[in-house]
């Protein structure tokens, strides 16, 4: 995965893809849970997030409480010890990591903790949840850190075809 030319192609979409996203919601007729879901299947089958782990790479997922405690039990440390070494809270009041990329992501992109992950990490990048009107910001954000988002969104463009 070549992660230049990934960046330069979401920026090249960025306003496009912003464009898109506002025409979309307010489309009540569209059932963009079915479009996203099947594009996403699609996409998933040929992506191996291995080669990529981009999102490991620059974002961090929030942890919720029940996240902390998972993977502070993984690690075998005390909750508190797990915030402290790793976390802080940002400024809408939600633990994340201190820094990128994920203290947990090995030089093989591979989780040091995936059977302990966050939810956030489990259900990334989203394009196959219920609702996905709901998150529709959270999706054209993605489109800028994940390539398989991106070329989600391309796909699902194309079958919709807004003007």
Known sequence: MDLNLFN??????KKEN???FKKIKFKKNIKLDDVFHKTHNEVF???DCLKCANCCKTTSPIFYQLD???AAKALKIKPGDFIKTYL???EEGDFVFTKAPCPFLDNENYCLIYKDRPTACREYPHTNRKNIRQILNLTYNNTLVCPAVLTIVEKVK????IK
């Open 68 to 70: 902390i405690e998972r």
């Open 158 to 161: 194309k079958q919709i075809n």
């Open 8 to 13: 330069k192609k979401a920026l090249e979409l």
């Open 18 to 20: 912003e464009t898109f």
């Open 88 to 90: 802080m809270m940002d």
């Open 45 to 47: 089958e040929k992506t």
